[in-house]
């Protein structure tokens, strides 16, 4: 497995990571927890050193489950986690999020119990509060890192002017937000920002949420928890229109003799030496499809051939739900 640091800190992982929300949330029921035990050890076994989870993924449960499962791999893989929603006192979702200096602070501390561990390796801020200034913030995670309690600094879905206030305060390792040939708007401002302050980039969903495996079409039936359901670029006549960037990445893809996936997941590992993507399956079938992207290697000319081709695409529906969208580019 292939090693990247996240921009300038020095945090050092594998290229591709894994995302571990669907293991209990958001793509139909939650998966059995000692199957995806044996799935996070697995992926240790093929390389991966870079798990994310999330206080809000379950909630609660999520982190619990990463924690156990890595815990005999202390000190050999890295954690992210990440802060800044409302979590009921039952362990239920809250209303709104909450960026509130002690309020971070105590997320930390349950984090630090649940993942079975002495210090958080990157600590993301989920959303950026409205509410709460980002430099107050940016300085409640220094607080935690002068502690020893957090290593590195991260962000999610922010915009390049929020993320330069907090860097200002304390040194951003990352930015996790979405990323694919699905969503390019990272290409408008955020990729020139993070290459200018030398922070990494963290593509969730890099896959669009599954739609890039080809394994989606517009008859699909997703189960009834399944988010893609209110997912306005999952309405099946979007999906149908959508199908067109599948078609592109089949056809690259029965060139290379590999899947449209790996087609994906390379196309973005070449987009920066300091990009590292977090796919996430319940498959072991699928994430050793994902990891080998990491070595399928497409050319100047394929990646300018592919690039242009996507870009005269025009895909149809909005990533998120209305009131998610309001949560983004903050």
Known sequence: MQKRKLGKSGLEVSALGLGCMGMSQSYGPPADKQEMITLIHKAVDLGVTFFDTAEIYGPLVNEELVGEALEPYKGKVVIATKFGFNVNPDGSRGEGVNSKPEHIKTVAEASLKRLRVEAIDLFYQHRV????????????????????????????????????????????????????????????????????????????????????????????????????????????????????????????????????????LAWLLAQKPWIVSIPGTTKLSRLEENLGAVTLQLSADELADLTRAASEIKLEGERYPEALLKLVGR
């Open 129 to 264: 509060d409205l509410d709460v200034p980002i430099e107050e913030t940016a300085a409640a995670v220094k607080d935690l890192i002068r502690e020893g309690k957090v290593k590195h600094f991260g962000m999610s879905e922010a915009s390049a002017k929020t993320i330069r206030r907090a860097h200002a305060v304390q040194p951003v390792t990352a930015l996790q937000s979405e990323y694919s040939l699905f969503w390019r708007q990272p290409e408008e401002e955020i990729l020139t920002t993070l290459e200018e302050l030398g922070i990494g980039f963290v593509p969730f969903s890099p896959l669009g949420k599954g739609f890039l495996t080809g394994k989606i079409d517009d008859k699909t039936q997703f189960t009834k928890d399944d988010f893609r359901n209110i997912v306005p670029r999952f309405s099946p006549e979007n999906r149908k229109t959508n199908q067109t960037i599948v078609d592109l990445l089949t056809k690259v893809a029965a060139a290379k003799k590999a899947t449209p996936a790996q087609v994906a």
